[in-house]
């Protein structure tokens, strides 16, 4: 069993430096790896390219890098409701590639997976196939997307295990697993950490072998973006 | 004139039995609320879930557990949990049947506009492009006009596109309109209290009436 056992999130985080290119969980501020996400605010690393389907909200999440302008260009699907990520893009502080949600998902497994580009409809005829490759199958036009590799791919799992094998809970699975195998260096921040053997090989899903760091956070504050009830 | 609710109620009639479903944000999620009896549908939601259950009681909200719209959420009995990778092949592969999105701007072509308006409001697209591009039936849940009464019904869409030649069928306060492959925008029923002519005054794009067209029956 290989050891993937970090002491902290500094630890974790060692070797993040300006101009790197950084994958991080999440969807909204579900499956964030919040703990690794202050700790950048307190490295004050720069000029980072991040690739996450959301930016947090203003005050949480990737927003905070965002307020303290420490992110150069963000690789996302939806801006939403974060109003400093609308600003600084209409301003043109923050570069943007907006991309739709599932070639966001698919790019990031096609990095992991070995695959350099793939075909799909996803965005034919519109902003997004500007300069793409577009090709017909079975009658059908399509375009070329290409795979996404991270320096540090930073995702949050429920569970993990000291060989790196994770177990995500509910929706905050999202992009954690295809953005565990894109980073040339993966750091999994968990709710619990167990020994190696605790885990039910049959119930992991994230294999450990696309982890290099894992660590248990700290603190976990899972905000909720819109509580609704009935 | 309906309402939101309305509109809600009324795309809940074309739910069929046995599908998978997604619903978009905005009125088309109200659509859960009104599924006709002895109709068996499942609501997937794009950041991973099917099986899609009602917004949670006070108290026992999860922030783990949210849909697409971010809101908390229940899942059923039989619901899964999976990454966003193997929820777009359920949306790209076409199990998912039926999609309900919102839009800015529909053209009589079928192609939809809603998530840029250049130089003042970027949303993103979300999964709206992967859903528009590979759905088999795509239902637009919508106001006739925008907040400056302008028709959103158009001959061709003046704002970034969503997607192209997609759009089957739209259902407005005024109207539900089929987007014929030919082109156009037919006229399939009124709202209760709505004229054609209202509607036709309405809508910029092509409208095609042909003889009576029945009031919704909601």
Redesign the interface.
């Known amino acids: 069993m290989i050891n993937k056992v970090v002491a902290n999130v500094q630890e974790a985080l060692e070797g993040v430096k300006d101009e790197m290119t950084l994958m991080l969980g999440g969807?909204?501020?579900?499956?964030i790896p919040e703990n690794s996400i202050a700790e950048l605010v307190n490295k004050g690393t720069k000029n980072l390219t991040c690739i996450s389907?959301n930016a947090g909200v203003d005050d949480f999440g990737l927003g905070i890098l965002l307020q303290e302008k420490q992110i150069k260009k963000m690789i996302?699907?939806?801006?939403?409701e974060n109003d400093e990520f609308?600003r600084q893009?209409?301003s043109g502080e923050l570069e943007v590639d907006?991309?739709?949600?599932?070639?966001?998902?698919?790019r990031?497994?096609a990095g992991g997976a070995g695959i350099p580009a793939f075909f799909?409809?996803?965005?034919?005829?519109?902003?997004?196939a500007e300069g793409k490759e577009v090709r017909e199958f079975n009658g059908k036009p399509h375009i070329l997307e290409s795979a996404l590799n991270a320096d540090f791919a930073i995702v949050k799992a429920?569970k993990g295990d000291t060989a790196g094998n994770l177990i995500?809970?509910?929706?905050?699975?999202?992009?954690?697993?295809?953005m565990a195998m894109a980073g040339t260096i993966t750091v999994a921040e968990v709710e619990e950490l167990v020994p190696a053997g605790e885990l039910d090989p049959n119930e992991i899903?994230t294999p450990g072998i696309f982890v290099q760091r894992i660590f248990q956070g700290e603190r976990f504050e899972?905000?909720?973006?819109?509580?609704?009830?009935? | 004139m309906l309402d939101k609710i309305g509109i809600a109620k009324r795309i809940a009639q074309e739910l069929q039995d046995n599908t998978y479903v997604n619903l978009g944000i905005g009125i088309p999620t109200l659509v859960a609320n009104y599924i006709p009896e002895g109709i068996s549908v499942e609501f997937q939601s794009e950041n991973g879930i099917l099986g899609m259950g009602p917004f949670p009681f006070d108290g026992e909200e999860d922030a783990d557990l949210i849909n697409a719209g971010k809101q908390t959420i229940t899942a059923l009995d039989g619901a899964v949990y999976f990454d966003s990778a193997t929820s777009f092949a359920m949306i790209r592969g076409q199990h998912v049947q039926l999609t309900v999105l919102g839009a800015m701007e529909v053209s009589e072509n079928g192609d939809i506009a809603n998530w840029k308006i250049p130089g003042r409001m970027v949303k993103g697209m979300g999964g709206a492009m992967d859903l528009v591009a590979s759905a088999e039936n795509i239902i637009v849940a919508m106001m006739h006009t925008n907040k400056k009464g302008e028709s959103k019904i158009l001959k061709q869409c003046s704002l970034p596109l969503t997607g192209v030649g997609c759009v089957k069928k739209i259902v407005t306060n005024l109207a539900v309109l089929e987007v014929m492959p030919q082109g156009g925008f037919k006229l399939l029923e009124r709202a209760p209290g709505v004229s054609v002519e209202d509607i036709q005054k309405a809508t910029e794009g092509s409208l095609i009436v042909d003889g009576e067209v029945p009031e919704m029956d909601i």
């Open positions: 969807f909204g501020l579900c499956g389907n996302s699907s939806y801006v939403g609308e893009m209409l907006l991309i739709p949600q599932g070639s966001l998902a698919e990031c497994r799909t409809p996803a965005g034919y005829g519109t902003e997004v429920w995500y809970k509910a929706t905050a699975k999202n992009f954690n697993p295809m899903h899972k905000r909720i973006e819109q509580r609704t009830t009935r």
